[in-house]
């Protein structure tokens, strides 16, 4: 298995700027996208990013043009940059992979707390 271990959450008013990342605890060569999830208090998890490992992304529409899903181009770090944050992105964000051979997002991290005030 691949331990994840998200940081970068916090505090921040509305319009402001955080960066979380994900780093997978050992080097693997089967990861086939990396991702980005989050669970607002009384709401199911939904996506939020995803990039595949050869460099596609793909971003909810509640996201589109605010959020951005980068990896290093060496290691197994991720990240997720959050511009103009909005009091509607306040939630539990994980990361996620998908390894090769998955049908779906089989590892997660601990996840890491974001909230906005307004």
């Known amino acids: 298995q691949v331990q994840l271990v998200e940081s970068g959450g916090g505090l921040v008013q509305a319009g402001a700027s955080l960066r979380l990342s994900c780093k997978a605890s050992q080097r693997t060569n089967s990861i086939n996208f990396m991702g980005w999830f989050r669970q607002a208090p009384g709401k199911e998890r939904e996506f939020v990013a995803a990039?595949?490992?050869?460099?596609?992304?793909t971003y909810a529409d509640s996201v589109k043009g605010r959020f951005r899903i980068s990896r290093e181009k060496v290691g197994y770090t991720w990240y997720l940059q959050m511009d103009s944050l909005k009091p509607e992105d306040t939630a539990v964000y994980y990361c996620?992979?998908?390894?090769?051979?998955?049908?779906?997002?089989?590892?997660w991290g601990q996840g890491t707390q974001v909230t906005v005030s307004s």
């Open positions: 996620a992979v998908q390894r090769v051979g998955a049908r779906q997002f089989d590892q």
């Open positions: 990039l595949r490992w050869s460099g596609d992304s």
